[in-house]
């Protein structure tokens, strides 16, 4: 394959059983998992749930090495067994796909966004009747990827924040920002924009806040990170 020719990304879900699923479905919730070769991290967004019950059910799926609270979740740190027959991310190397990081697993789900580095859409199909083979697999997205996008891609996801907003938050606030809102000098105001989506102003300011604190949540924690990673 040309090098600059576009990559394949495919999005699916599978249901997996392993202790993450277990633990997402007996929570019924969604949590964010980063995996090295050995140890994986896995986020717990700060909600409903009672602590206790938490710190209970991750025990008994994870027996975790070690448990890190914080004001916006929990983070455990824990050691994987995987067998090597029904390993996702093997079966996704075997045809020449890897696996975004990190992987959402939601109520007993597990979602992946895979790149196809070899074999292209020829890949990406092969991929999946493998893991449909061994796992229920649903595909949600298939689309084309540039180059300039890997790097994004690969290192940092933007799913959290873009999954952030409701709806009617994001389309608030891609509204705002296509009337020029967010531009110096503001070339529109919120009465302008509200106007151009038939809401009123003061439903229209409640969601394009909201949806900006929700993205802000996302984003921030990576942005401090990553200022803190370079001041070192």
Known sequence: MDGSEPLQQVTFRVQHDCPLARLSAELDTEMQVWSG?????????AGRLAPERVQDAAARHLAPDRTVHAPDGTLWVWRPTVDPTSS???ILEAHG????????????????DALALAGG???????????????????????TVQ???????????????????TDK????????HDAGYYRSPRQATTAQVAAGLGVARSSFEER????ENRVMDAVLPVLAWTRGARER
Do not use: C
């Open 37 to 45: 070769h050995r140890l994986e991290i896995v986020f717990l967004p």
């Open 88 to 90: 996702i991310s093997r």
């Open 97 to 112: 796909l890897l696996w975004q990081q990190p992987l959402r697993v939601v109520r007993g789900w597990e979602h992946y």
């Open 121 to 143: 859409e020829g890949g990406v199909q092969a991929a999946l009747d493998a893991l449909r083979e061994a796992h229920p697999t649903r595909v949600v997205r298939r689309r």
């Open 147 to 165: 180059p300039e996008e890997v790097r994004a891609n690969l290192f940092w996801s933007l799913q959290p924040a873009l999954e952030a907003p």
């Open 169 to 176: 938050q994001a389309e608030a606030l891609v509204a705002a």
């Open 208 to 211: 394009l806040r909201a949806g």
